[in-house]
């Protein structure tokens, strides 16, 4: 099935390209888009509204790169809610969160549509600088039952009450042991 998917997206990608044009070229023109140079202070500055309380930089796709561009800034200090949605951040920026000193009044953390693995949702379960989470948002993460034990087994949450492991890679018993032990919270969504 993963050759058949791969054969399709080759395909796709042949059938799309212009007439006459070499394939070398095709993919030069292609990765020097990919490759645009980000206004990561101008992307910050445009994210931020209430007063500074919320950052949203959901498709902004900054990545690991930004990421520890933006956890050096004291502005997050005051954020409450941030939407890091759609920004191929890895798991060396789910670590980099965990790390960070700069969250503590963080009450929303969306990070749905990336790339964090156990590793790091494993660190962000770990960490002691989000005490005053609420929700988390981990929906499509490629995570696995290492990472959703952790979170399953961490105190470092106090005051969740929403979390969101949907479209991820859970066996049955790790849904029903956070089932069991995420009983308590106001919404737990797995499917």
Known sequence: MKNFVSFLMIAGLVLALPAGQPYAQFFE?????????????????????????????????????????????????????????YN??????????????????LKKLELR????LDNG????????????????????????????????NTENFPKLRKLDLRGNFLADHTKQTLKQKLGHLKSLKLF
């Open 113 to 116: 549509h990336n790339y964090l």
């Open 121 to 152: 949702v494993v660190a962000l379960a770990g960490s002691k600088g989000l005490p005053k989470l609420e929700k988390l948002g981990l929906s499509f993460n490629e995570v696995r039952d290492q990472g959703g034990l952790a979170l399953a």
């Open 88 to 105: 191929e951040i890895s798991e060396k920026g789910a670590k980099a969160l965990a790390d960070s000193d700069k969250l503590g009044n």
């Open 29 to 85: 023109k292609r990765s020097s888009l990919d490759e645009k140079k980000l206004d990561y202070e101008k992307i910050f500055k445009e994210g931020l509204s209430g007063n500074g309380r919320t950052l949203n930089l959901s498709g902004k796709k900054i990545g690991d790169e930004g990421l520890l561009l933006l956890l050096t800034r004291d502005f997050l200090k005051k954020v409450t809610k941030l939407d890091l949605r």
